[in-house]
């Protein structure tokens, strides 16, 4: 069964993250990732970016999973 740990796990191994938090059921998960990676890069490849960090597990394990993604300077302005 997937677990939050395991993404998180993933995703903290094939990225640099400034924070990082998983949560979910075993069916639906939600991320938040901060990370330096993400500046200047839309939506869409930021999510990339951490779907290319859990592989093959997006097309098999993990059923949903949404993310909200922050450069450093836009979770610090967020959490204002």
């Known amino acids: ?3 939050p740990e395991s993404i998180q796990i993933d995703i903290a191994q094939n990225m640099v993250t400034e924070y990082l938090t998983v949560t979910g059921d ?3 998960f939600e991320a938040v990732v901060v990370s ?4 200047g890069k839309s939506r869409i490849q930021r999510q990339q970016l ?3 960090t859990l592989g093959e597990r997006m097309t098999g394990e993990i059923h949903a999973l949404s993310m909200k993604t922050f450069t450093p300077e836009e979770w610090e302005n967020s959490r204002k």
């Not at 330096?36 to 500046?39: C, I, L, M, V």
């Open 1 to 3: 069964m997937v677990t």
């Open 26 to 28: 075993g069916q639906h």
């Open 36 to 39: 330096a990676e993400f500046a």
């Open 50 to 52: 951490v779907y290319k």
